[in-house]
C-alpha cells in the first residue's frame, strides 16, 4: 500500500508539473494551478548558501549564514550576486523582514555591466526584481501621505530595473512597468514567506505562499546572475533553492 501510494503521489507532481509549464498565455495560469506549493526538493534542485554568492559593494558583515539562514544587516545598501549565471530555472526561496516597513529584493537576470563600478549604497543597473517589501512599507506611505500608493504594493510586485525591460502581466502600475500581485498574501514583520519563482524563455512568474500572483514576460536580458538584496533594513533568507531548466 506504500508503494502504491509513493507512485500515486509522483505522478500528481509530475502531473501538475507539466501542465504548468504547458501554459502560455501571458498573465493567466491554467485552470486549477494558480495554486503550487513547490518547495524545491527533488531530483534536479540545489540548495544555494553564501557561498554561492559573492559580495559585491557591502560591508563584509552585512552578509552572514548560520545554519540554513541567510542573515543580511540591510547596511550599507547593495547585493550579493550569484557566483553563477542562469537562464531558465526555478527558484525557491522563504524569507522575512525583522523590522516594520524593510525592503530587500531578489534580482534576475542581471548582467555583469549591471554591477560594474557599484559603490556602497547603490543597486544595480539591470535585472528583473522580484522585490521582498514589509506590509508596514504601505502602511508608512499611508499614513505620511493620506492615500495608498498607486505606484508599489507589498504583496509581490515584479517589475524591471534600470536597463532591463519587462511587459509586465495585470494588473500594472500606471507607468506600465510593474506587475502588480492579484491578490495580497504576504505576511508581516517576523514571519517565514514562500516564493516559488518559474523563470523560463523571458518570462517570470512568481507564487507567492502557494498562490501565483504577479509577474512578465518579454524580459531582456534573458540571462544572468541572481543577487540578494540588502536595502537598509534586517533581512533573513531561508531554504534557497533553484533548479535549472531547458
Known amino acids: ?106 534580482f534576475l537576470w542581471a548582467v555583469e555591466k549591471s554591477f560594474a563600478g557599484l559603490k556602497p549604497g547603490q543597486l544595480p543597473k539591470g535585472g528583473i526584481e522580484v ?27 515584479v517589475f524591471p530595473v534600470g536597463t532591463s525591460d519587462m511587459k509586465p502581466f495585470p494588473p500594472a502600475a500606471p507607468n506600465g512597468k510593474r506587475s502588480f500581485p492579484s491578490k495580497r498574501l504576504v505576511k508581516g514583520v517576523g514571519v517565514w514567506n514562500h516564493y516559488y519563482v518559474r523563470a523560463i524563455n523571458g518570462e517570470v512568474r512568481l507564487w507567492v505562499n502557494g498562490e501565483e500572483v504577479s509577474g512578465g514576460h518579454d524580459c531582456r536580458p534573458a540571462d544572468g546572475f541572481l543577487a540578494l538584496e540588502s536595502e537598509g533594513s534586517p533581512v533573513e533568507f531561508r531554504n534557497l533553492r533553484i533548479r535549472r531548466l531547458p
Open 131 to 157: 522585490q521582498v517589501l514589509d506590509l508596514g512599507y504601505e502602511t508608512r506611505f499611508e499614513k505620511k501621505n493620506g492615500k495608498k500608493p498607486n505606484w508599489f504594493t507589498s504583496h509581490g510586485d
Open 1 to 106: 500500500m506504500r508503494n502504491l501510494i509513493a507512485v500515486f503521489a509522483v505522478a500528481v507532481v509530475c502531473v501538475s508539473g507539466f501542465l504548468t509549464a504547458a501554459d502560455k498565455k501571458p498573465g493567466k495560469a491554467a485552470a486549477g494551478l494558480k495554486r503550487a506549493f513547490i518547495n524545491g526538493v527533488g531530483p534536479g534542485w540545489k540548495t544555494l548558501s553564501l557561498d554561492d554568492f559573492q559580495n559585491v559593494n557591502c560591508a563584509k558583515e552585512t552578509w552572514t549564514q548560520k545554519g540554513g539562514t541567510i542573515f543580511c544587516t540591510g547596511r550599507p545598501v547593495g547585493v550579493a550576486k550569484s557566483k553563477t549565471t542562469y537562464k531558465n530555472f526555478e527558484l525557491v526561496v522563504e524569507w522575512r523582514h525583522m523590522k516594520s516597513a524593510g525592503n530587500s529584493g531578489v
